[in-house]
């Protein structure tokens, strides 16, 4: 069944959502010959913020920052982190539960002087 733009209906909806999560919803449209169902699912995140980190430390002593990470969403998050750079270190995954701040310990270890 192909359908011309002649056939489209729009349904504008809004969505003003209060914080970051997934929200989830369903839209029930009856007429006399037919009954849908759509279900909607909308991801919502946070203004992207950048940061920067300095780190002072003798050569071949490391220090590690420990960086939270708070989920303010409706659902558990398994995240995979992926370093870039010499010397930096860290675990390939953390799991921070819904409401939680879970810690990211970020390890620097110069080899050299840098």
Do not use: H
Not at 24 to 45: A, F, G, M, P, T
Not at 95 to 110: C, D, I, Q, R, S
Request: glycine fraction near 6%; hydrophobic fraction near 40%; charged fraction near 20%.
């Amino acid at each position: 069944l192909f359908l011309d733009k002649s056939d489209a209906v729009e349904l504008p909806i809004k969505f003003i959502p209060q914080c970051a999560g997934c929200y989830r919803c369903q839209i029930l449209l009856k007429s006399s010959c037919d009954i849908r169902v759509y279900e909607i699912e909308c991801v919502v995140n946070t203004d992207c913020t950048e940061a920067e980190l300095e780190f002072l430390t003798p050569a071949y002593q490391a220090v590690i920052q420990d960086i939270p990470i708070s989920n303010m969403s409706n659902q558990d998050w398994k995240l995979e982190a992926i370093l870039e750079g010499q010397g930096f270190y860290g675990p390939p995954l953390i799991n921070v539960g819904l409401g939680e701040t879970a810690l990211y310990p970020l390890m620097f270890k110069p080899i050299a002087e840098c």
